[in-house]
Structure formats: C-alpha cells, structure tokens
T-cell receptor
C-alpha cells in the first residue's frame, strides 16, 4: 500500500462548479498537510498548508483534514478555467522531513 | 524576494553519461530538497541538504549525489544515467523548523535520457 493515495482523474467540471479533491494516507505520523497546484510543465506551487485535523479556508479554497480516517480534502468553490491544473496532496511528518506526494489529480474546468 | 531558480530548463543525455543540475534557493532559505517527478506521478524525495550537509535521503541509489554551497545553492549529480532517470527534477527550498515547513519549488529541469 502506498503511503499516499490520490485518484489521478482526469476530472472535468463546468466553470462555476464546486470541486472536491481527495487523498487518503496510511502513516499516522503525518501531522502537516500541504496542497500543491502544478500547471503543465511547471514546478508545484503551494496552495494550502494545514496542521492536524480541521478546516482551513483561503478565498475559494478550503482544505480539510480528518486524521481519524486519514482523509485529506481540498474544495474549490466557483471553479475557474484558470484552476485547470494537477493538484497534489503532500503530507509531512514534522519539520524538515520530506513531503510525501500523491500521484496528483488532473483537473479541467471547462468554460 | 527572489524565488527558487533551476538550470538548465531542459537537458538531453545518453545512457551512461553523467549530469549536473543546479538550484538557487529562495532568499534566506538554507534548506534544499530535491525531488524526481516521473511523467504522470507525484514528486519522489531524493535527498535534503541543510547547512551543506545531507540531512535525509529517499530510496535512490548512490549514483544520485548532491552538494550544497555556502550561499545555499545546490547541485544534484547523477552518474551512469539510465533510461528510467528521464524525469522532471525539482528542487525546493525552505527554512528549517521543528514544525511543518513550507517548501517552495523551482520550475524544474526536464531530463531526457536516450
């Protein structure tokens, strides 16, 4: 079993839709949870960073962590064509430890 | 504030050759991590450098080696290239922290091994 599982998609939604992106993980030592966005042929860009269980909101983006079920979610409200990218979840055990990435979910938002 | 930069952007090598990839950290960041991202996969951790010392290594063979310089820039060296080494190589810089730390990625170097 991989440490981080993520449905690779592709996921295609109409503009304005609410998007739900999810990851599961197996290592209960993970405490910090990152979401990165990666446009084609570019490096990953940090979107959200949360600690332990709970929600964090930033504009149209909400990150949710449920440590009891080892489930990570990213919600995008009012999705835009510019949100079309690959979204990578990346939990981390503690500071200075490696990020452990999922495969990424490719999202297309159709105008 | 200058972001993470990497060079070259693209590189084509043949099997058995050696390659050096370079990374300049974001201003003030003294920790650099290198990741390999194969096509259609998430990045995989290669190793991390902090204050010029290797500070953790992933499941990569010794022919993957690195250096960090006093100005915190870094190099990734790969010897005896194999076809499977074809990938996007990413470096990420960060500040050391006992709690989770945000890692900021460069644009990557795309390596093709023929």
């Amino acid at each position: 079993q991989k440490e981080v599982e993520q449905d690779p998609g592709p996921l295609s939604v109409p503009e304005g839709a609410i998007v739900s992106l999810n990851c599961t993980y197996s290592n209960s030592a993970f405490q910090y949870f990152m979401w990165y966005r990666q446009y084609s042929r570019k490096g990953p860009e940090l979107l959200m960073y949360t600690y332990s269980s709970g929600n964090k909101e930033d504009g149209r983006f909400t990150a949710q962590v449920d440590k009891s079920s080892k489930y990570i979610s990213l919600f995008i409200r009012d999705s835009q064509p510019s949100d079309s990218a690959t979204y990578l979840c990346a939990p981390q055990r503690s500071g200075n430890t490696p990020l452990v990435f999922g495969k990424g979910t490719r999202l297309s938002v159709i105008a | 504030e200058t972001g993470v930069t990497q060079s070259p952007t693209h590189l084509i090598k043949t099997r058995g050759q050696q390659v050096t990839l370079r990374c300049s950290s974001q201003s003030g960041h003294n920790t650099v991590s290198w990741y390999q991202q194969a096509l259609g996969q998430g990045p995989q951790f290669i190793f991390q450098y902090y204050r010029e010392e290797e500070n953790g290594r992933g499941n990569f063979p010794p022919r993957f080696s690195g250096l960090q310089f006093p100005n915190y820039s870094s190099e990734l060296n790969v010897n005896a290239l194999e076809l499977d080494d074809s990938a996007l190589y990413l470096c990420a810089s960060s500040l050391p922290s006992p709690v989770g730390n945000e890692q900021f990625f460069g644009p990557g170097t795309r390596l093709t091994v023929l």
